[in-house]
């Protein structure tokens, strides 16, 4: 097409200047909105990451406290074993002791062995009377079956063995 | 722009003849959706609906044409010719279309016209350059513009325009009205005090200026062929005197104004040309130059 006009027209707004305030505002809105979706899909992205490790945490905490319950367990088990030796241990302390005092003064006692239902005693006494005298009856007394066997001596003196059961052998052997 | 497409543009063309006459059109990728024309009295007005426009839509493009003596058209581009013609070249602005032919006109003209208006104008046109783009035949052919106050002709020589001429009809009736309005005026705001005696008077007065003012339009009306006529005889003469031998082989009269139809007749009668009337639009005619050049 010919130019014909010997002027040519200024370059003009597409939008008034109401709309283009209107425009800015809407395309600011827009950018905002848009940073805010891609600031959330961010937060979301990074809050699914840290749910899974916290997950995984979760799971290897569950397996560490189940191992620390079956340490607690096998501790209270060996503490529950423990305090019975330790008390068993207390127990026989104070049968040692016991034992120690019914021995009377004339006899030596060499070695005793004691179990859990049984008491022998190895030792020499002058005479069997002072074993019969001072020994045996506070043994009788204390358990069920008493047996002794005297050995002489070359200087006239008796060795001796003593088995003491809380329940006599036969019993033991029925059950 | 991509986006310009989209967009409602608004083209207003308007012209003075007689009162102020304007078209408004809404074009839309080119193609024009709605069109209203609107006619003013005063200068004022038509200034201050096209600055409303303007304000209600940025995209709006104001065309107008110059109805001015100082322009005209040129069968080359070059200074050589403008000089040969005694055309004072330093004061005129060229429009060279095609490398071949140029339209001119006044650069105090055009500034004038352009500083007139209180709202910018984006495109001016030469009339000659609405006439060039309306002219579909351009073998030896006379095209006759007619407005209510201006004539304008353009000649072609084989397919180019050559000979341009521009008359302004009804100038000294047009003084004569605004001096008699004028005194008019003097004596109400003279005689201030006696209007209510003379009331009478006065509406007898304005009665009778009416009644004269009737009589002149009509003489005019029925002059405005004889004036056709007798420039189309003057510029002829002209044509063929100063600028080519070739004959005229046929008038095409663009009217805007609703001339008799019996003018073809009688220019037929007269000079012996084939001669034809086209009904024109010219507020279409230079929207349509803007719309396209935008």
Redesign the interface.
Known sequence: ??????????K?????EDTKLWLIFITFSLILYIFFALFLALKAYFFKQDSQKLLKEIEKLKKQTTELTLQKEFIYTQKAIYEDIMIKNALVKQQIKNLLDLIPDPITLEKFYIDNDKLIIYGITPTKDIYNLLMLPPLESIFEKTTTYFYKLPNGWYKFKSENYIKSEDENQTK | MFLERFIKKQFISFYYDENYKLLIEHVKNKKIIDSYEKEFEKKEDIEKFIKEKINETPQTYVSSVLLTMNQGVMDNCSKQKYLEKNIDYDNIKILCINNSYSFYASVYDISKFLKEYKFPIDFLYSIFAVIDSLATERKNRFYVLVLHNYIAILGYENYKPLFSDFLILNEKDETEIEEIEEIDDLEIFDDIEDINENIDEVSNDIEDIDENLEEKLNTLTTDIEVNILNHLKESLKDYYDNYSSDFIEKIIILDTVGIDISVTTLIEDEILIPTEIQQINLLKSINRLSIESV
């Open positions: 097409m010919k130019a014909y006009s010997f002027i040519k027209p200024k003009k707004p597409i939008f008034k």
